[in-house]
């Protein structure tokens, strides 16, 4: 008791006490034991009074007197509770704070006192200062799973979702749940750490119920966003199939967004395989012109000889001349010439590109065009480099360049045709599609290109009706794609 620090606080005396100083010494005692008790009972008195006036509706005047009362006596921690709680139910949430912290600050028996102030600061709309009394209070207690839990939540509420996480991680490893497993995926989401976004999902769905429906959910919603739909497809129907009643608002937007994607899929894939069709029709194509050219270059090279051997014929057989005049030598045989420099540099031009060194084969070819700027090969094998040096917008003017030297060139129009298709939109692949299919009317090659290319943008029906119709005309009749044209142009007969 307050009254007896006297006794704590006197010296002692050396000696002994007399009988009769003993006996003034109990006195003493007994006269201060009953004032402390006087004492006591006066704040108690006090006290109740103060609480009487609370419960008649007469709080500010009752939260006085006992204020006034704890001022007069900082040292009684059970009066300094009782007006925490005073003013907790019926004063100032921030007063009733205070005084809880001052209770946990002074009594290490009621450090739990930390959480009652957060608690009153949270009611009272401070979450940050809840969360810091929190922290206080899980200093002295941190195996109290549900102080965790709270102070997680005033974390997330605060959007501070890295110490959300950190103190669901805490209550997570004393109480495992499916509620914290989501709470901690949440987190995640924010923390845009998808990874383990997904691993707490997938933890929590043993748990079953709602929490387990919204857990296959959220993990369709994250495989969307990282760009893997058929495993968003796939938590999907699981959802379906262990979930059939569940219903959320999103789930049809999410749905919908798959089907179009199996759509996009299913007409990605279409154009890859025309693609790789136009792009073995160009091969053959090319093909042909090389054999072509390569039987041309052999017929040149058969005349030269036989225009050789008359040559030589000739110097062989005796002539009439006048016997004053010497007979002429036989003429020599031409010695091939050296090759040009224009040809050296095209020839170590398409060496590079062979070896992929796509840098080193474009500046020869470069060199080349300012050599021979008129010709139209080293542009159009520029745009080649180029597009396979992956700079398809660089390739396009190398091969209207090309094309302008070279207009009646199928395969360059071929060429041209499919880097529209890579670079530009349908319209104008459109128009360019019927101006080449005018310029080169009886190539069954480019008919067959137009036709798909066009056919493919279902915008033109007709000028693919028209262009697989030519195409039956000009091609052999053993053509692979001859059965493709009939089955169009049945559904899509052109208009006469």
Not at 96 to 104: C, E, P, Q
Not at 179 to 208: C, D, K, M
Not at 468 to 477: C, K, Q, S, T, V
């Amino acid at each position: 008791m307050p009254c007896l620090t006297f006794f704590a606080r006197r010296p002692k005396l050396g000696g002994a006490l007399q009988p009769g100083a003993i006996a003034a010494l109990g006195l003493s005692a007994a006269v201060l034991l009953a004032g402390c008790a006087g004492a006591e009972q006066r704040i108690e008195r006090e006290r109740l009074r103060a609480d009487q006036l609370i419960a008649q509706d007469r709080a500010e005047e009752g939260l006085a007197r006992l204020t006034a009362l704890q001022e007069r006596h900082p040292e009684n921690l059970p009066l300094l509770e009782h007006l925490a709680f005073a003013h907790a139910g019926h004063g100032d949430p921030a007063l009733a704070a205070w005084f809880f912290i001052a209770v946990a600050e002074a009594d290490p028996d009621h450090r739990d006192y930390f959480s009652f102030a957060a608690q009153i600061l949270e009611e009272a709309g401070d979450p940050a200062g809840a969360a810091d009394l929190l922290r206080r209070h899980l200093g002295y207690f941190p195996d109290d799973p549900l102080g965790w839990q709270r102070l997680a939540t005033l974390e997330s509420s605060l959007h501070r979702p890295r110490e959300a996480v950190q103190a669901a991680l805490e209550w997570h490893q004393l109480q495992p749940s499916q509620r914290s497993a989501r709470f901690l995926a949440e987190g995640f989401i924010r923390l845009n750490n998808l990874a383990q976004a997904v691993s707490w999902l997938q933890a929590a769905l043993p748990g079953g119920g709602e929490a387990a429906a919204l857990s296959l959910l959220d993990l369709a919603r994250i495989e969307i966003r990282r760009n893997r739909p058929a495993d968003a497809e796939a938590y999907l129907r699981r959802l379906a199939a262990e979930h059939p009643d569940f219903r959320d608002p999103e789930l049809p937007g999410l749905q919908a967004s798959l089907r179009e994607w199996r759509e996009a899929e299913a007409d990605v894939e279409t154009a890859r395989r025309q693609q790789a069709e136009l792009a073995a029709q160009l091969a053959e194509t090319r093909r042909q012109q090389e054999a072509a050219a390569a039987e041309q270059a052999r017929r040149i090279e058969e005349e030269r000889r036989r225009e050789e051997e008359r040559r030589r014929e000739d110097a062989r057989r005796p002539t009439d001349r006048p016997p004053d005049r010497p007979a002429q030598a036989p003429p020599t045989a031409e010695r091939p010439s050296a090759p040009s420099p224009y040809e050296r540099i095209l020839s170590r031009a398409e060496a590079e590109a062979a070896a992929a060194n796509w840098d080193l084969a474009i500046d020869l070819y470069w060199q080349a065009i300012a050599l021979r700027e008129d010709a139209a090969a080293p542009w159009a094998d520029l745009a080649r480099v180029y597009r396979l040096a992956g700079q398809p917008e660089l390739a396009e003017p190398c091969l209207l360049e090309a094309r302008r030297r070279d207009p009646d060139s199928p395969i360059l129009a071929l060429e041209w045709l499919e880097l529209l298709r890579e670079l530009h939109p349908a319209d104008r692949v459109l128009e360019e599609l019927r101006r080449d299919y005018q310029r080169s009317p009886q190539n069954h090659g480019l008919a067959l290109a137009v036709a798909r290319a066009a056919a493919a943008q279902r915008l033109a029906p007709q000028l693919a009706a028209h262009a697989y119709r030519d195409f039956l005309e000009l091609a052999p009749r053993d053509h692979p794609a001859r059965r493709e044209a009939r089955d169009f142009l049945a559904r899509f007969p052109p208009a006469p």
